[in-house]
């Protein structure tokens, strides 16, 4: 199928191909016809699926185009809004639209914290119709007087569930409540907890849903790989396997900020270039450090979860998990870093002892078992045997029944005595016991 059987005008067509977008993928085949129909639309958001351009590209055309200079208070005036949780991801789209709106007069501006409002209010001023925002910020210029949203025809919700997540929920709804009654609503969320739901049945009106499949996403392109390894050997493995198969252009997930800075500390000492994104580090150093990676100056690339959203590099051969994520789902974005848009690559986590049952856990939900690989000298000794969640439960129920029937025997035997601790407990357990495959 091709872009040209989406009905987009051929001007957008030609600077697709320009692009080298030939097919339009999955989302976009999906979306684009709902919402160059003004419908409201619910869908899955999973990164690298291309659901960027599936919600620009028809906001494109679905905007009135025009040259004609906004004066006194038009000027804050804009056309369409589209939120995101993250500075990164802010940028990203707002990057996207200027790619995809060549040919269109079409102006977007970026809205996000870290710097001052001043350089933004004159973008706004000096024409942009399309405002990608995170709410913070949003409100701040809303606040100001330097936007004004009672305007606004179009409003896309990024990344719904993280904004919940990051605790935006009570300026998402400031904003909603900013915005006309009559409007195209348009909300993308990889997952769709209860509190997703509820907001979505009050912003959206009549909306059709998408969903693209979970389970073909992490399969697809993704060669995914476990080590096994000891929690304390993590590093000297981490940098092992760096230098013994010349990995490059690795981003690298860890769950804290203290964390990921205690990576780039050991690496730099193993003379390993990486640098991190995380909340702490300003805005400044956070694109300095994405684009050092983009322009291949660093290895490595070390970004907690929330820091990651929305990072759109290409051709990423290597993502590596240094620690489980927190949240299984996570790991499905995780691993999307790499393998997109039709790209192979390769997702390897590190999972020591106490991780064992969560690999499992992520193993049941993609529905993989992931590849276990190993390195000479790094031998894994797990101290445990992994029970899964049904044989613990099992193991509980014997216990309960055990105490019963020993309690009823020690009514009609009239004895007192308990037995000792420990014998009655029975062990019903499904060992996993790692065996690793092949070197890495
Ligand atoms: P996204 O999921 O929106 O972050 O997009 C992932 C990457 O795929 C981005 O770098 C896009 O530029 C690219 N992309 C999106 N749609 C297409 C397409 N139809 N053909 C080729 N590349 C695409």
């Known amino acids: 199928m091709s872009f040209k059987r989406l009905n987009l005008s051929q001007k957008l067509i030609d600077t697709l191909e320009k692009l080298n977008y030939t097919t339009p993928t999955e989302i976009q085949k999906r979306a684009i016809p709902i919402l160059l129909q003004k419908r409201d639309l619910l869908a899955t958001s999973q990164t690298g699926t291309g659901?960027?351009?599936?919600?620009?590209?028809?906001?494109?055309?679905?905007?009135?185009?025009?040259?004609?200079?906004?004066?006194?208070?038009?000027?804050?005036?804009?056309?369409?809004?589209?939120?995101?949780?993250?500075?990164?991801?802010?940028?990203?789209?707002?990057?996207?639209?200027?790619?995809?709106?060549?040919?269109?007069?079409?102006?977007?501006?970026?809205?996000?914290?870290?710097?001052?409002?001043?350089?933004?209010?004159?973008?706004?001023?000096?024409?942009?119709?399309?405002?990608?925002?995170?709410?913070?910020?949003?409100?701040?210029?809303?606040?100001?007087?330097?936007?004004?949203?009672?305007?606004?025809?179009?409003?896309?919700?990024?990344?719904?569930?993280?904004?919940?997540?990051?605790?935006?929920?009570?300026?998402?709804?400031?904003?909603?409540?900013?915005?006309?009654?009559?409007?195209?609503?348009?909300?993308?969320?990889?997952?769709?907890?209860?509190?997703?739901?509820?907001?979505?049945?009050?912003?959206?009106?009549?909306?059709?849903?998408?969903?693209?499949?979970?389970?073909?996403?992490?399969?697809?392109?993704?060669?995914?790989?476990?080590?096994?390894?000891?929690?304390?050997?993590?590093?000297?493995?981490?940098?092992?396997?760096?230098?013994?198969?010349?990995?490059?252009?690795?981003?690298?997930?860890?769950?804290?900020?203290?964390?990921?800075?205690?990576?780039?500390?050991?690496?730099?000492?193993?003379?390993?270039?990486?640098?991190?994104?995380?909340?702490?580090?300003?805005?400044?150093?956070?694109?300095?450090?994405?684009?050092?990676?983009?322009?291949?100056?660093?290895?490595?690339?070390i970004a907690t979860d929330v820091a990651a959203r929305g990072i759109d590099i290409l051709n990423l051969p290597h993502v590596i998990n240094f620690e489980l994520p927190t949240k299984n789902e996570e790991y499905i974005h995780r691993i999307g870093r790499t393998g997109r848009a039709g790209e192979k690559g390769e997702a390897l986590s590190l999972v020591c002892e106490k991780e064992l049952f969560q690999l499992k856990e992520i193993e049941e939900l993609i529905n993989i078992r992931v590849e276990p690989i190993t390195t000479e000298n790094f031998e894994f000794t797990p101290h445990i045997t992994l029970t899964n969640r049904k044989s613990k439960k099992l193991e509980k129920r014997d216990e309960v029944n055990l105490k019963r029937a020993k309690e009823l025997a020690e009514k009609m035997l009239g004895d007192k005595k308990s037995t000792p601790k420990g014998k009655q407990k029975r062990k019903k357990s499904t060992a996993i016991n790692p065996t690793n495959k092949r070197h890495f």
Do not use: C, W
């Open 51 to 301: 659901k960027t351009a599936a919600f620009i590209l028809p906001l494109l055309e679905n905007l009135t185009e025009t040259t004609k200079q906004k004066r006194g208070e038009e000027r804050y005036k804009i056309d369409a809004l589209i939120l995101a949780p993250t500075r990164e991801l802010v940028i990203q789209i707002d990057h996207k639209i200027d790619e995809y709106a060549e040919s269109f007069t079409h102006k977007s501006v970026p809205l996000y914290g870290g710097i001052k409002l001043g350089s933004q209010v004159s973008a706004i001023r000096a024409g942009a119709n399309i405002a990608v925002g995170t709410t913070a910020r949003v409100l701040d210029h809303v606040k100001n007087g330097s936007l004004n949203l009672s305007n606004v025809k179009v409003i896309i919700l990024d990344e719904a569930d993280k904004m919940l997540e990051m605790g935006f929920i009570d300026n998402i709804r400031k904003i909603i409540s900013l915005l006309p009654k009559q409007r195209h609503s348009v909300m993308f969320s990889a997952t769709f907890p209860k509190p997703i739901l509820s907001l979505a049945k009050t912003f959206l009106k009549n909306p059709l849903t998408i969903e693209i499949d979970r389970e073909n996403l992490s399969t697809q392109q993704v060669k995914q790989l476990v080590h096994y390894v000891n929690e304390e050997e993590k590093l000297p493995l981490l940098s092992t396997l760096i230098k013994k198969h010349r990995m490059e252009q690795i981003l690298l997930f860890t769950n804290t900020k203290v964390q990921a800075d205690k990576i780039v500390e050991y690496l730099k000492n193993h003379n390993i270039k990486a640098q991190a994104i995380h909340g702490d580090k300003t805005q400044r150093m956070r694109m300095e450090a994405l684009s050092n990676f983009k322009e291949k100056k660093i290895q490595l690339l």
